[in-house]
């Protein structure tokens, strides 16, 4: 068993395509129905283009602040600028001054352009998000889900605190660095899921990603095997068949397609330790992907 679903935070990363974005909706599905109170993130502006993320969910784009997106689901895009303001309301007490702080343009500017500003504010805008309370005094929400941009991009923002923390090793914005970091360093709090297909390049790549995280500290949760379509032989039959399955026959495609997706199986369970999660290839689309999906994660992680 890989706990999926007992981390305040996952961040579910991998290279372009391999479907983070299906996954993290299937891990929020998931985890609402075990009766878990679920946030779904993204990174993105309020007003920006239509995302799968919010197709998923019936809408094009996700709003600034958490809004109901499913039962026991909100979501909401992690913005810089929300995080932003809300570090200046920490360190200038007075909301006035800050609202016109960020309507200075020049301002903005710097905070979206200058190195790691954006970071650190998306950085910001999770932490906010993470301390929410709800009104019984504990966290608003007990599993925020972040569907990381492609895997540089996911290191880019794990290399954030380190980053920030050699420019201003003391002051208000280091404080708000040692304040957040134990949500995605402490492996209770935080897991990174990678997600891959069972493909050479792909599983390459994934644990060459993972190198980068554990370099930042970031917990690995597992690696999610996304697409692995099922191997109807046995050892002893696909023996049997690879000598006389020849290009052009029929089924020969998917034949190689199995095999080579169980070798490259085998051969990531020989590379890492990390916990590997296998996920269907499935011949569905929309939400009955989500909730098949949603459901074979419930059984790699649902008691943990
Ligand atoms: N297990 C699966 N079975 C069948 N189709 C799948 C499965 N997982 C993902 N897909 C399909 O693969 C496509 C890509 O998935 P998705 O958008 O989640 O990938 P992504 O990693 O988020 O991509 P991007 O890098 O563009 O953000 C989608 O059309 C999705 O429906
Ligand atoms: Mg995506």
Redesign the pocket.
């Known amino acids: 068993m890989v706990d999926l679903f007992s981390r305040r935070v996952a961040l579910v990363t ?10 993290s909706a299937a891990m929020a599905v998931a985890a609402a129905k075990l009766g878990k109170r679920v946030l779904v993130t993204e990174l993105g502006e309020p007003d920006g283009d239509y995302t ?1 993320l919010a197709r998923i969910f019936g809408r094009d784009t996700l709003p600034a602040d958490p809004e109901r997106l499913a039962p026991g689901i909100d979501g909401c895009v992690l913005w810089p600028r929300r995080g932003h303001e809300a570090f200046f309301r920490t360190v200038i007490p007075v909301s006035a001054v800050v609202s016109a702080a960020m309507g200075s343009g020049a301002l903005r500017k710097l905070l979206d352009t200058a190195p790691s500003f954006r970071e650190m504010g998306i950085f910001y805008h999770i932490f906010t998000l993470l301390e929410l309370e709800a009104s019984t005094g504990r966290p608003k929400y007990d599993i925020v889900i972040v ?1 990381m941009p ?1 895997s540089g991009h996911t290191l880019g923002l794990t290399g954030l605190p380190e980053r920030l923390l050699a420019l201003m090793p003391t002051g208000p914005i280091a404080e708000a660095m040692h304040r957040g970091i134990p949500y995605f360093t402490r492996p209770d709090l935080c897991g990174a899921w990678v ?1 891959t297909l069972p493909e050479v390049l792909p599983i390459t790549e994934s644990l060459e990603l993972i190198e980068g995280l554990e370099g930042h500290d970031t917990p690995i949760g597992g690696i999610l095997v ?2 692995v379509i099922e191997d109807p032989f046995t050892p002893e039959e696909r023996a049997a068949l690879e000598p006389v399955l020849t290009p052009g026959h029929y089924g020969y495609e998917r034949f190689v397609g199995v095999v080579q997706a169980t070798e490259a199986l085998a051969d990531l369970r020989e590379r890492t330790a990390v916990k590997t999660v296998e ?7 929309s939400t009955d ?1 989500i909730d098949a ?1 949603a459901e074979s994660l419930t059984k790699a992680g649902g008691d943990a």
């Open positions: 991998g290279k372009g395509g391999v479907g983070r974005t299906t996954v799968p569907d492609a997600v996304n697409r996920i269907p290839e499935l011949p569905l689309t992907l999906i």
